[in-house]
């Protein structure tokens, strides 16, 4: 398809575990980001890739999570050493350049 | 601290009525407003957007009404129809920064 897909769309891990998830941005755009939404929250910035700057890391939580997008495309979200609280939607979006922010689907992940 | 506030969570109206959805901030620096929609199990889309040198933007059945003195911003949805139930999220941004900053969100549902 068209869209940003991400994988998987489900996530159940036990505390204490890694887990990665992937977004697949829209072929063509430059821009990604990543989100969160937690239970009753807004959606929370977590980090930006545009081109090949730095990304902005300003959003993550905790050393415990770390995102990279090998070859100005994919992405992956890295959360080491789980905790319930890390249980929320990860979004991720893509744009060109700072354009209009399409969305994926989102992974839900559970933390148990 | 929630620099983008949507009070109410929900918001229950009748098909063929108006519809309208508030959103206040407290960052004097956000000059362009965002709303997006949400379908459960999938990413928000973007609906419609106002910048802070207007104080109406509309589009169809949507207008996005900004009061810049009272850091208030509106969806008018008029006239509504089952299919725009969804939950709705406020963003805002400042300049050309690429950060949103969201609402917690307003569940609407249009009844038949």
């Known amino acids: 398809g068209a869209g940003v897909s991400q994988s998987p769309s489900n996530k159940v891990t036990e505390k204490g575990k890694d887990v990665e998830l992937r977004c697949d941005p829209i072929?063509?755009?430059?821009?990604l980001y990543w989100y969160r939404q937690s239970l009753g929250q807004g959606l929370e910035f977590l980090i930006y890739?545009?081109?090949?700057?730095?990304?902005?890391k300003s959003g993550l939580p905790s050393d415990r999570f770390s995102a990279e997008r090998t070859g100005g495309s994919v992405s992956t979200l890295t959360i080491q050493r789980t905790q319930q609280e890390d249980s929320a939607v990860y979004l991720c979006?893509?744009?060109?350049?700072?354009?209009?922010?399409?969305f994926g689907p989102g992974t839900r992940l559970t933390v148990l | 601290d929630q620099q983008v506030k949507q009070n109410s969570p929900s918001l229950s109206v009748q098909e063929g009525r108006i519809s309208i959805l508030n959103c206040d901030y407290t960052?004097?620096?956000?000059?362009?407003f965002l709303w997006y929609k949400k379908y459960p199990a999938e990413g928000p889309t973007f609906l419609i957007s106002i910048s802070s040198i207007k104080d109406k933007n509309e589009d169809g059945r949507f207008t996005v009404f900004l009061n810049k003195s009272a850091k208030h911003l509106s969806l008018h949805i008029v006239p509504s129809q089952p299919g725009d139930s969804a939950v709705y999220f406020c963003a805002a941004r400042r300049g050309s920064n690429y950060k949103l900053t969201f609402g917690k969100g307003t569940l609407l549902t249009v009844n038949p």
């Open positions: 890739f545009q081109g090949n700057s730095a990304p902005d």
């Open positions: 072929s063509g755009h430059t821009a």
């Open positions: 979006a893509s744009s060109f350049l700072e354009g209009e922010q399409f």
């Open positions: 960052n004097s620096m956000f000059d362009y």
